[in-house]
């Protein structure tokens, strides 16, 4: 089954202490990005990524880093996590850009005390 | 830069009743526009796409038509489902570049019996 799986799912933890959130896709995808998802906001792209060793800024960067070292694996990494955290992350694939479908993980929430 | 605006609020109406929720976009050049829908707990699925002016994306009786002129892409259901309940998301990907996707603030939709 095509699919992209996050880790952990629920995620609590406290302001400084560094976390990875994985994100691991089996369709052979070029395209992997990471969004957040605030009330009122929508989603907003924090990075993305082309290719593997290919990465690059999105819209919310500030506070978090990635990483492609492998074309099905894109994981999120905040080193000090912060209040201002605390979202709803999806990681997303696609094959190819612009007017191809972005296929989304099911949600990783974090809630940073 | 390119942004989706939605409607305002959430949309709350009967089971077998008309469904529209309205869409505009600011872009430059030509991009592909999306609905997504998020059931409760999931992360998002695609719902229909169109790639080009006059285009008509269709779904699970949902239907969305790709207008420039008016820089739209409503979504509109003839009859719908309690099933239906869920948020829904537009967006916009332009053609080139980071494999954005530009999302809309979502609306929740609840269809009462």
């Known amino acids: 089954e095509a699919q992209v799986t996050q880790n952990p799912r629920y995620l609590i933890t406290v302001t400084g202490k560094k976390l990875t959130v994985t994100c691991s896709q089996n369709m052979n995808h070029e395209y992997m990005s990471w969004y957040r998802q605030d009330p009122g906001l929508g989603l907003r792209q924090i990075y993305y990524s082309m290719n593997v060793e290919v990465t690059d800024k999105g819209d919310v960067p500030e506070g978090y880093k990635v990483s492609r070292k492998e074309k099905r694996n894109f994981p999120l990494i905040l080193e000090s996590p912060s209040p201002n955290q605390t979202s709803l992350y999806f990681c997303a694939s696609s094959a190819l850009a612009g007017a191809h479908e972005q296929y989304f993980g099911p949600g990783t929430r974090l809630t940073v005390t | 830069g390119d942004s989706v605006t939605q409607m305002e609020g959430p949309v709350t109406l009967s089971e077998e009743a008309f469904l529209t929720i309205n869409c505009t976009y600011t872009a430059t050049g030509y991009p592909s526009l999306f609905w997504y829908v998020q059931y409760p707990g999931e992360g998002l699925q695609l719902l229909l796409k169109a790639t080009k002016a006059d285009d008509k994306g269709s779904n699970k009786g949902f239907e969305a038509t790709y207008r420039k002129e008016t820089t739209s892409f409503h979504l509109e259901k003839g009859s719908v489902q309690v099933s239906d309940s869920a948020v829904y998301f537009c967006?916009?990907?332009?053609?080139?570049?980071?494999?954005?996707?530009?999302f809309g603030k979502g609306n929740q939709v609840v269809v009462i019996p």
């Open positions: 967006a916009l990907s332009a053609p080139y570049g980071n494999n954005r996707l530009a």
